[in-house]
């Protein structure tokens, strides 16, 4: 639908701005701010490979969308181009209101403060990575946007091997440094879908 139609092309690119110009700008501040050599060492590469990963399954959503068009989701377009544009706004508000409640615990890069406690309020009461579980909301709103099933797995499991590698690197550094509080947490929470996964 975004191909054919100048009003749904326009309403895409509002959505997508409204979740990329607030991650630059992020991004940017904190990487003024932030203690590289710390976080180079817990990292492990996993926000390279993360962020690489999403930008290979987004260039491959629109790719094969262009390249495969009798893949096309055809069940109500309009509809769920609709659902798709919300998507992508809702996991917009999901991921910031999760960095909002992790405060000065939020970094970019895998960093874990010697002082750091783990934070049970607000998504974090359900599930561990409601930062992640937005981003997850945003890329199927993407790709249900797009409306090709080729493209839509494609981004997806692009999407989901960046963050299986990220969620590992991440977990095992917090439950290193917080111990047993952490690892309690990780027993009573699902990663990213409360009581599913």
């Not at 509809?79 to 409640?101: C, D, H, K, P």
Request: glycine share 10%.
């Amino acid at each position: 639908m975004i191909y054919t139609n100048v009003g749904a092309a326009r309403i895409f690119l509002a959505a997508c701005l409204i979740w990329n110009v607030p991650e630059m700008i992020g991004a940017f501040k904190q990487m003024a701010k932030a203690s590289r050599k710390e976080a180079s060492v817990q990292d492990r590469g996993s926000m390279g490979i993360l962020i690489g990963l999403q930008w290979v399954g987004l260039a491959l959503n629109f790719l094969l969308a262009g390249l495969f068009p009798a893949a096309a989701i055809v069940w109500h377009r309009t509809a769920l181009f609709g659902i798709g544009v919300t998507l992508i706004l809702l996991g917009v508000a999901l991921r910031w209101y999760a960095i909002w409640m992790l405060g000065r615990y939020f970094t970019r890069d895998v960093a874990v403060s010697a002082d750091q406690q783990v934070v049970q309020t607000g998504p974090y009461r359900y599930i561990r990575h409601p930062a992640y579980s937005g981003t997850f909301l945003t890329m199927l709103g993407v790709g249900l946007a797009v409306a090709n099933w080729a493209s839509l797995v494609a981004l997806l499991l692009c999407v989901l091997s960046g963050h299986m590698y990220r969620v590992s690197v991440e977990e095992r550094a917090l439950s290193q440094t917080i111990g047993q509080p952490y690892v309690e947490y990780m027993h009573g929470t699902k990663r990213f879908i409360p009581l599913v996964f």
